[in-house]
């Protein structure tokens, strides 16, 4: 398989691994995308609004948000939302499902990242709590600083790393992306080509964290947590 991952592939992916758990069953050897999709998901399509604008996207591509484009994070949340539809005895996965299993997606995601990067960035979790305390999806790189002056003040002095290399390492990671001034996308270093953080943009946390790291869904945001 290919390493080279995109959006499109890992559905591909996750729909044939989907088909097959059919295989025993005759019936389905010819079952096509939409239907196998229809069959697994009581939704197949997300909807919801953003600044009072009404969205549709594909379940697998709203599932694939929080991830970093990898089979693993999303086999892991496909894997967690059949086990919580099995739970309720239902034949599938509704929407409900998707988002009561965000919580838990968004611990695994967090336990897969500290486990991947603190052989790297010792501190790594301490970085992240000062996220938790920023408790918003968007922010400025002052906003980091001072945040991380009060929070670990011993993170600011002696030779560890200044803010803005900190910032530019969780870029690096994935954590960390951009927020394009014209069209307030979030770009990560993942899945663009700016491979260097811009300080001088808006910065956003990475989706896949929220949950795990409790951040505020206040009114004012709600759009962001759907975005």
């Avoid at 295989?23 to 953003?50: H, N, Q, W």
């Avoid at 990242?113 to 979790?125: A, C, N, Y």
Wanted: with cysteine; glycine share 4%; aromatic share 12%.
């Amino acid at each position: 398989l290919s390493l080279n991952w995109n959006q499109e592939r890992l559905e591909d992916m996750v729909l044939y691994r989907m088909k097959a758990g059919l295989r025993e069953f005759e019936e389905f050897s010819t079952i096509g995308k939409s239907e196998l999709l229809s069959m697994f998901f009581s939704d197949s399509i997300y909807r919801y609004k953003v600044r009072g604008r009404p969205v549709s996207v594909g379940i697998l591509k709203y599932m694939l948000r929080p991830t970093h484009d990898r089979p693993r994070d999303i086999i892991y949340y496909v894997r967690e939302c059949a086990k919580r539809a099995i739970q309720n005895e239902i034949l599938s996965v509704k929407i409900g499902d998707v988002k009561e299993c965000e919580k838990e997606y968004s611990q695994y995601f967090y336990d897969e990242l500290i486990d991947e990067i603190s052989p790297k960035l010792g501190q790594i979790r301490r970085y992240l709590d000062v996220f938790s305390s920023i408790r918003k999806p968007i922010f400025t790189k002052d906003e980091f600083y001072d945040t991380l002056f009060r929070v670990h003040p011993d993170l600011t002095r002696g030779k560890n790393l200044s803010g803005s290399v900190i910032l530019s390492e969780l870029y690096k990671f994935g954590i960390v992306g951009n927020v394009t001034k014209q069209d307030n996308l979030q770009m990560y270093s993942y899945s663009s080509n700016r491979k260097d953080i811009d300080l001088t943009l808006n910065l956003c946390i990475h989706r896949g964290l929220y949950r795990a790291l409790k951040l505020v869904k206040t009114r004012d945001m709600i759009n962001v947590f759907d975005e």
